[in-house]
């Protein structure tokens, strides 16, 4: 069965630096997310991915956050200078479209750690 | 606006026994509703939806869900407990003529003891 993965699954990172966090979906999905859950806490949406570009974002994903689909099957999340309050478990998702109610699939996650 | 809300951070069962764990939504239309799986160091897996039609969704590994329009209810719930169903349960709800990226639940833990 197809999945999503994810790398790497683990990245400890000193605040201030950059990190990319890299996902491979589904290959025949079309739209691409991206989730974070601190821990003991909702998952929480940042930005959803279609056709090369951004489609909705949510308030958590500032200035600081940027996404990037560099070829035919990577999908990565930078984030341009980490602070302590990003360290939280990143999840990829992708679904076969957007509008009608495909459910997500979700990779294994990274989690983040900003010291 | 879109919620989910679901009451219990944990949830205690013996096996062979009856589960349920719980979800309540607010949407402004009809909902679009979804419970996830999460094992230890795992994604979260899709379980079932609901979508429209029967109030009573089935799903994977022997799960159901039950819509309830006036409650606004979309309860998980599975007859017979495996020590295995110990993991994160997560619900999520869209708004059927909103935006499609789903809002989640804080997540229950359910614990299945032998």
């Known amino acids: 069965e197809p999945e999503v993965t994810q790398t790497p699954s683990h990245q400890v990172t000193q605040m201030g630096q950059e990190v990319i966090l890299r996902c491979v979906p589904i290959s025949n999905h079309l739209y691409f997310y991206w989730y974070r859950q601190i821990l003991g806490q909702k998952v929480e949406f940042l930005v959803s991915f279609y056709n090369n570009e951004i489609s909705e974002k949510s308030e958590i994903f500032d200035d600081q956050f940027s996404v990037e689909r560099p070829d035919g099957s990577n999908f990565t999340l930078k984030i341009r200078s980490t602070k302590l309050e990003d360290s939280a478990m990143y999840f990829c998702?992708?679904?076969?479209?957007?509008?009608?109610?495909?459910?997500?699939?979700f990779g294994p996650g990274t989690r983040l750690t900003v010291t | 606006a879109q919620s989910v809300a679901q009451p219990e951070d944990q949830v205690n069962v013996a096996e062979g026994n009856p589960l349920t764990v719980k979800c309540t939504y607010s949407?402004?239309?009809?909902?679009?509703l979804f419970w996830y799986v999460q094992y230890p160091n795992r994604g979260l897996q899709f379980l079932l939806k609901?979508?429209?039609?029967?109030?009573l969704v089935k799903g994977s590994y022997g799960f159901e869900a039950e819509f309830n329009k006036s409650q606004t209810s979309f309860h998980l719930k599975k007859p017979s407990a495996l020590v295995s169903d110990s993991a994160l349960y997560f619900c999520?709800?869209?708004?059927?003529?909103?935006?499609?990226?789903?809002?989640f639940g804080r997540g229950t833990s359910l614990i299945v003891h032998p």
């Open positions: 949407v402004s239309g009809n909902p679009y």
């Open positions: 998702a992708s679904s076969e479209a957007g509008e009608r109610p495909y459910e997500q699939y």
């Open positions: 999520a709800v869209r708004d059927a003529g909103g935006s499609y990226i789903p809002t």
């Open positions: 609901y979508i429209t039609g029967d109030n």
